[in-house]
């Protein structure tokens, strides 16, 4: 169930899955981007984390590696989605911050 996810503190981009099935298989990066026909700097931008996945390169991934196209489209899905109740907790941590402050600062004015 999608709804029970539990939110890690660092959200996991596709491609660092991606770069661990490389390294299992023994494929180069440059290799596989010409065989799903991107330039490599391509492919090493996803790897890193610095594109995002698209239902092509899925389905090219698909092709090439047998793994289905759902399922890096699920990762890219649960990556973008991480990423944004990070931030959101990160907001609200410092909102509580703030909050604890102008308490502690009342407190120590009353006292």
């Not at 660092?16 to 596989?32: A, W």
């Not at 793994?67 to 699920?74: A, E, L, N, Q």
């Not at 649960?78 to 407190?107: G, K, M």
Request: hydrophobic share 40%.
């Amino acid at each position: 169930m999608d709804g029970d996810r539990i939110t890690g503190f660092r959200a996991v981009h596709p491609g660092e899955t991606l770069n661990e099935e490389l390294k299992e298989r023994g494929i180069k990066q440059k290799d596989l981007a010409a065989k799903i026909g991107i330039l490599p700097s391509h492919m090493n931008e996803l790897i890193k984390g610095k594109r995002s996945f698209t239902v092509p390169i899925a389905m090219a991934l698909e092709k090439e590696l047998g793994i289905p196209y759902d399922f890096w489209m699920r990762r890219q899905f649960h990556y973008e989605h991480d990423c944004l109740v990070i931030a959101q907790r990160e907001v609200e941590r410092q909102q509580n911050s703030r909050r604890e402050s102008l308490f502690t600062r009342r407190v120590a004015a009353v006292l």
